[in-house]
T-cell receptor
C-alpha cells in the first residue's frame, strides 16, 4: 500500500518480556517519528529519525526503550523488560525531507497490552 | 516548555451546524501547526498544516486560522455531517520537527 504500515497491529505480552514494533514508512520519506498514546492521555512524542540518525531521542521514557532505523526505511521500536505502564498505542509517522514543514502521515498504530 | 491545550474536550452538535474547535499554545516560537483527525482504532489523518508565516489554510469545508502572537489556532468545520464525528487533535512543531500535541476534542455530530 501507499501509506505508513505498522506491525503487529495488536500485541499482548507478559510483563518482563521484550517486544519489537515495526514501522514501514512511505517510500521516499526520510523523516520518521514514533509516538505513543496512553489511555486517556494525549499523544506523546518518543523519537525522531532523519535518515538513519536520531537527532532527538528526548522523548524515550526510559533506557528500556530503544529504536533503530536501517537503510533509511524500516524502523523498529524495542521495549525491553516490559512493564504494565508500557501498555499504549504506539504510532509511527513519516514525512518528506526534514519534516518541519511537511505534513506527517501516520500509520494505524500497534496496540500493546502488557499483562 | 511548550504546552498545547484544546478546548472544549468534547463537543456534540446536530448535523448542519458549524463546528469551532480551539487550540492554544504557550510558546509562539513554532515552525508550523497541524490539525489531525483520529477515528477510533485508527491512526491520525492530517487535515491542514499551517506554516508559521501563514494566517490560515482552507480545504473544502475546513478552515484553520493561526495567530502565532497570541498562541491560538481555530479549526472551523462548516455544515457538519455525521461522518465528521471523530477526535480532532492539534499539534505544534518546533525546529527539530518534534511535535507537541493537544489532548484533542472529541466531536459527535448527531443526525
Amino acid at each position: 500500500g501507499a501509506g505508513v504500515s505498522q506491525s503487529p497491529s495488536n500485541k499482548v505480552t507478559e510483563k518482563g518480556k521484550d517486544v519489537e514494533l515495526r514501522c514501514d514508512p512511505i517510500s521516499g520519506h526520510t523523516a520518521l517519528y514514533w509516538y505513543r498514546q496512553s489511555l486517556g492521555q494525549g499523544l506523546e512524542f518518543l523519537i525522531y529519525f532523519q535518515g538513519n540518525s536520531a537527532p532527538d531521542k528526548s522523548g524515550l521514557p526510559s533506557d528500556r526503550f530503544s529504536a533503530e532505523r536501517t537503510g533509511g526505511s524500516v524502523s523498529t521500536l524495542t521495549i525491553q523488560r516490559t512493564q504494565q505502564e508500557d501498555s499504549a498505542v504506539y504510532l509511527c509517522a513519516s514525512s518528506l525531507g526534514k519534516g518541519v514543514n511537511q505534513p506527517q502521515h501516520f500509520g494505524d498504530g500497534t496496540r500493546l497490552s502488557i499483562l | 516548555k511548550q504546552e498545547v491545550t484544546q478546548i472544549p474536550a468534547a463537543l456534540s452538535v446536530p448535523e448542519g451546524e458549524n463546528l469551532v474547535l480551539n487550540c492554544s499554545f504557550t510558546d509562539s516560537a513554532i515552525y508550523n501547526l497541524q490539525w489531525f483527525r483520529q477515528d477510533p482504532g485508527k491512526g491520525l489523518t492530517s487535515l491542514l498544516l499551517i506554516q508559521s508565516s501563514q494566517r490560515e489554510q482552507t480545504s473544502g469545508r475546513l478552515n484553520a486560522s493561526l495567530d502565532k502572537s497570541s498562541g491560538r489556532s481555530t479549526l472551523y468545520i462548516a455544515a457538519s455531517q455525521p461522518g465528521d464525528s471523530a477526535t480532532y487533535l492539534c499539534a505544534v512543531t518546533d525546529s527539530w520537527g518534534k511535535f507537541q500535541f493537544g489532548a484533542g476534542t472529541q466531536v459527535v455530530v448527531t443526525p
